[in-house]
């Protein structure tokens, strides 16, 4: 069913700064991943998938290709009369400038979300790879009556500073407590920043943090009020990965080689859209050699592939070795190259004979566009 | 009122009876081609390709899914302000109505569909053909000759002549004789099913033919006769590119495996010319550790732990681990389980061949070629565990386990 009731927020340029070689020429959304997406879509789907028909895009810069990528939401079923897909470029005031985190990005955009007559908001960062029931946090946070709802996961945290909320979670599913989780030893709850707050709830308190020039959603708005807040956890069981930075990127791809990471993240009961190209299927040639590996369409593949993540529309020339690695949208590998553990950008080019060797924690990154 | 130059008219209703059980549910336009295509995105995308954005899909047998396929017409870049493509099924009229009695007949009923756009030429065409034609360029030949009536032909060998409708022309082109399936034939120029009329004459020629209470109502039986003998400018333009006509099981798998074959010039992604189609949303195919795959093609959602050479898996195809899939067109949704071998077979959408079933066989096991033939396993059927289907059979109900076809 359409849900004409809630208005999904998306924000497309979280920690950019985090994953430097893959930003250069984009926002964290539109980072290429799993062979034919790109971040953006795993949240989109999400909200797309719970029947939510209005989502704003909240971008800031280098959102070019983003905008490419989603034209009119149509592949997203978000080219609406009614709602639909919404781009909110960052609005800058004389005083304020361009906005620094979550709190200034959503007083940017007040003025849509005072425009919007949604009773309820859903907010994701695009940096999270998942396929959660967004339609499930949405019941849960309104038959409990809370004045947030937060889904986490249970996990080790990765080494990096992000500044993620763990949450001191309380019997009663409600957060007692939130504290910053840098270097966290052992397993914790960690929040995955996906958040349902009434809209007038959401006016409220970034009315009232804006005042304050206040920026962190977690540091200023929400362990502040924590006793003011009724704060509901819920636990997500199925895929959902953030990405820290481009050693994590590159495990969380290669997680997809595992049939049951796969399964979990291409659930066919809710698919992750993306735009779609007219590519021809992959076409394997004579003596190709090609295992352990997730394969998009419009390949063509002569050489030997192992362990790897191809995007779509990369050719592999004959005699070529490709191991632990990850090769974007229409890029060429000549003949006879040795790749292995290499990033790979979108349209570089790899002449024949070329060997590049990364550590297996290590990769060696191609920019976008670049002949070696 | 806004003016067309040319409006394209799609011939898609046939059931194509020759592709037994492959058409059973679905009409021949529909058939899945090339790992992610259907017939009918050729003419669509050649049209759209070549400039042509107002077609009507003329349906009548089994139209759900086709009319389900083409939709709004988005895939093709079909839906427009003005124009864009109109399915246009039979209908009843104030004084009755009718089936679509023949090609012309389909065309007749919908002459009001076409006057809307008042066009100069119109275009007809129809879905059974695979190949990548630019109309433009025929258009232009045709109004560059002057002619009434301009019929796209194919140089064919002279033993293929006698399978095609001949066009007899001189040097310059002017057709002064049409043969249908000439037993002696006077010339190797195959009409292809695609004409370009000057409206204003077709209409004329329609309306004379429904008057004719002889007439089968057919384009090349009926319409091109009638013109040629009221003495009309007749022309041919002659084509040499690939085209394939898939109306038999082994010409719709041949025409698949010609995919495979570097020296064949068919590129569908080549982006002056790409053929468009409406995808779904798959993920990635995964080839696996236990997989080995050489000489095909691979479309989205499939998974990959057997054996597969020389062959096409549409979407959603699972190949289990020590399954052999040979020479053989594997529709979408379909499952080879653990140790079963398919070869020289196209099995329909959604099939299951359970483990160690066999299905097909290759012209040498088969020993005698007259026995040997294309294996067709229906949509949604089961070849039970260890199962045998030989060669060349059209298997229409589920085959229980250990029994053998």
């Known amino acids: 069913m359409i849900k004409n009731n809630i208005l999904g927020i998306i924000f497309a340029n979280v920690h950019d700064q985090l994953v430097p070689e893959l930003t250069k020429k984009r926002s964290m959304a539109s980072i290429p991943f799993g062979s034919r997406y790109r971040l953006i879509d795993f949240s989109l789907s999400n909200l797309v998938n719970a029947g939510i028909s209005k989502v704003g895009i909240i971008t800031k810069s280098n959102y070019n290709s983003l905008l490419d990528h989603l034209g009119s939401g149509i592949s997203w079923d978000l080219d609406r009369k009614n709602g639909g897909l919404f781009i909110l470029p960052p609005f800058s005031t004389s005083k304020a400038g361009i906005f620094k985190g979550h709190v200034d990005a959503l007083a940017g955009i007040m003025t849509f979300l005072k425009r919007s ?10 940096d999270v790879v998942s396929n959660m029931d967004i339609d499930m946090l949405i019941n849960k946070h309104i038959t409990s009556d809370a004045d947030v709802t937060i889904a986490y996961k249970h996990g080790l ?53 804006s005042k304050n020039s206040l920026t962190s959603l977690s540091k200023e708005v929400l362990i502040p009020n924590l006793h003011q807040l009724k704060i509901l956890a819920v636990k997500i069981d199925t895929f959902a990965e953030v990405v820290y930075n481009t050693k994590s990127y590159a495990k969380i791809s290669m997680s997809l080689l595992n049939k049951e990471a796969r399964e979990n993240l291409f659930n066919p009961e809710r698919p992750v859209y993306t735009k779609t190209r007219d ?7 004579l003596k190709s050699d090609v295992t352990n590996s997730l394969i998009g369409s419009g390949s063509i593949i002569d050489g030997s592939v192992k362990n790897s993540i191809l995007f779509r529309s990369v050719t592999v020339g004959k005699g070529a070795k490709i191991e632990n690695c990850i090769i974007m949208q229409g890029t060429k590998i000549g003949e006879n190259c040795v790749l292995k553990n290499v990033i790979i950008d979108k349209s570089a080019t790899i002449s024949d004979g070329v060997t590049l060797m990364g550590g297996a924690d290590n990769y060696v990154f191609v920019d976008k566009g670049k002949t070696i | 009122m806004k003016k067309t130059r040319c409006v394209a008219m799609l011939l898609a209703g046939g059931q194509g009876s020759r592709l037994g059980v492959l058409t059973q549910k679905i009409a021949k336009p529909a058939v899945p081609y090339g790992g992610k295509y259907r017939i009918i995105d050729f003419p669509l995308s050649n049209c759209i390709n070549s400039g042509i954005d107002t077609v009507g899909v003329l349906t009548q047998y089994q139209p759900l899914e086709l009319n389900d396929y083409i939709g709004s017409g988005k895939p093709w870049d079909l839906d427009r302000l003005y124009g864009g493509v109109h399915v246009l099924p039979p209908y009843q009229k104030s004084k009755g109505g009718d089936w679509y009695k023949g090609t012309a007949n389909a065309i007749y009923q919908n002459m009001h569909f076409i006057e809307r756009y008042n066009p100069e030429y119109v275009l007809i065409l129809s879905g059974d053909h695979i190949y990548k034609m630019d109309y433009s360029k025929m258009i232009e030949a045709h109004e560059k000759s002057n002619s009434d009536a301009t019929i796209a032909v194919l140089n064919v060998s002279l033993e293929e002549a006698s399978r095609f409708g001949i066009m007899n022309a001189n040097d310059d082109d002017v057709i002064y004789e049409f043969e249908e399936k000439p037993k002696h034939p006077k010339s190797t120029l195959a009409s292809m099913g695609i004409y370009v009329f000057k409206w204003e004459k077709l209409q004329k020629y329609l309306l004379a033919d429904e008057q004719n209470e002889n007439s089968s109502n057919d384009f090349g039986k009926d319409v091109i006769p009638a013109m040629l003998a009221a003495g009309e400018k007749l022309t041919v333009y002659r084509f040499d590119d690939y085209w394939k006509d898939v109306g038999t099981v082994e010409s719709l798998w041949d025409a698949n495996l010609d995919l495979l074959n570097p020296k064949i010039n068919l590129n569908l992604s080549d982006p002056n010319w790409r053929i468009y189609s ?17 000489n095909s093609l691979i479309t989205d959602g499939c998974e990959i732990d057997g054996k597969v050479d020389f062959s096409i898996l549409f979407e959603n195809v699972t190949i289990e681990e020590g399954a052999e899939v040979d020479y053989s067109l594997i529709f979408p949704g379909a499952v080879i389980k653990k140790g079963a071998k398919v070869r020289y077979s196209i099995i329909a959408e959604n099939a299951i061949i359970e483990e160690n079933a066999t299905v097909g066989l290759s012209p040498e096991e088969c020993g005698d070629s007259a026995d040997w033939g294309i294996t067709v396993v229906g949509d ?25 076809l």
């Open chain 1, 117 to 126: 007559h949604e009773e309820y908001v859903v907010m994701c960062d695009a």
């Open chain 2, 380 to 404: 949604n059927l089961t070849i039970g565990k260890g199962a045998t289907v030989g060669a060349n059979k059209m298997v229409k109900e589920n085959i229980k386990g250990g029994e053998s």
């Open chain 2, 278 to 294: 409406r995808s779904h949303a798959l993920p990635p195919h995964f080839i696996s550790n236990a997989a080995q795959v050489e």
């Open chain 1, 279 to 285: 590519d021809m299927p992959s076409r394997y040639g």
């Open chain 1, 157 to 209: 945290l990765a080494d990096e500073n992000r500044n993620t909320m763990e949450l001191k979670i309380g019997g009663d599913g409600f957060v007692e407590n939130i504290v910053l989780a840098d270097k966290q030893p052992g397993e914790i709850d960690y929040s995955l920043d996906v958040f349902v707050i009434k809209r007038e709830k959401l006016i409220e308190l970034i009315s009232n943090a």
